[in-house]
């Protein structure tokens, strides 16, 4: 089983960037899809962007297209979300979740999450 470790949020000004990780620390990761979720106060954790076990096929919501980048690196065990041109409404706590499926992947019914990583973009 994978158990996923995340890092690299913060509060930044909008227009700004950040990096977010997403790591693997048991099983390696490279078998795994993997997706970025965000959750702001008060809604339901929505679908952000979602990567295949061989980096091919990447999707994103549409609020995050031209904008946000996911990529990883099967030999650092690592996935990660660039995040360009910030706005405040991408305030939320971010998650990563990994599964097989790289359908399931892209619901909530993904099999493993990490911890959750805040994302503050001020105005």
């Known amino acids: 089983q994978v158990h996923l470790v995340q890092s690299g949020g913060e509060l930044v000004q909008a227009g700004g960037s950040l990096r977010l990780s997403c790591a693997s620390s048991?099983?390696?990761?490279?078998?795994?899809?993997v997706g970025w979720f965000r959750q702001a106060p008060g809604k339901e954790r929505e679908f952000v962007a979602s990567?295949?076990?061989?980096?091919?096929?990447?999707n994103y919501a549409e609020s995050v297209k031209g904008r946000f980048t996911i990529s990883r690196n099967n030999v650092e065990n690592t996935v990660y979300l660039q995040m360009n041109s910030l706005k405040p409404e991408d305030t939320a706590v971010y998650y990563c979740?990994?599964?097989?499926?790289?359908?399931?992947?892209?619901?909530?019914?993904?099999?493993?999450w990490g911890q959750g990583t805040q994302v503050t973009v001020s105005s």
């Open positions: 048991g099983r390696p990761l490279g078998s795994y899809a």
């Open positions: 990567i295949t076990w061989v980096g091919g096929s990447p």
């Open positions: 979740a990994a599964d097989m499926s790289s359908v399931v992947v892209r619901t909530t019914r993904a099999a493993v």
